[in-house]
Nanobody
Framework: QVQLVESGGGLVQSGGSLRLSCAASGIPFVLNAIAWYRQTPGKERELVAA???????KYGDSAKGRFTISRDNAKKMTFLQMNSLKHEDKAVYYC???????????????WGKGNQVTVSS
């Protein structure tokens, strides 16, 4: 059974930082593309950042220059370092994994339950 479990969310002041973590089980991980998405009420889920099995990264426009995605294959974990947080970054953040090593088109097969991030202005 595949499980993706996010942690590290919470409340932070505008301009602050948070680091989200995602622990994976039930997949090889080293062969899987991983991504972070976020969603706010009434809006579509949007890509925040993605990383393929080789470590290449892709960022959504809202994350460029402020967020960094990384992975630790030995621990089967993915991280999202978020700096200079803004009020508009408030959302539920989801970890996702694809069955393939790279998924720049956004096709992900497994999803975590999400983790709330709230940024106070």
């Amino acid at each position: 059974q595949v499980q993706l479990v996010e942690s590290g969310g919470g409340l932070v002041q505008s301009g602050g930082s948070l680091r989200l973590s995602c622990a994976a089980s039930g997949i090889p991980f080293v062969l899987n593309a991983i991504a972070w998405y976020r969603q706010t009420p009434g809006k579509e889920r949007e890509l925040v950042a993605a990383i393929d099995s080789a470590g290449s990264e892709k960022y959504g426009d809202s994350a460029k220059g402020r967020f960094t995605i990384s992975r630790d294959n030995a621990k089967k974990m993915t991280f999202l370092q978020m700096n200079s947080l803004k009020h508009e970054d408030k959302a539920v953040y989801y970890c996702a994994a694809a069955k393939v090593p790279r998924s720049w088109e956004g096709e992900y097969d497994y999803w975590g339950k999400g983790n709330q991030v709230t940024v106070s202005s």
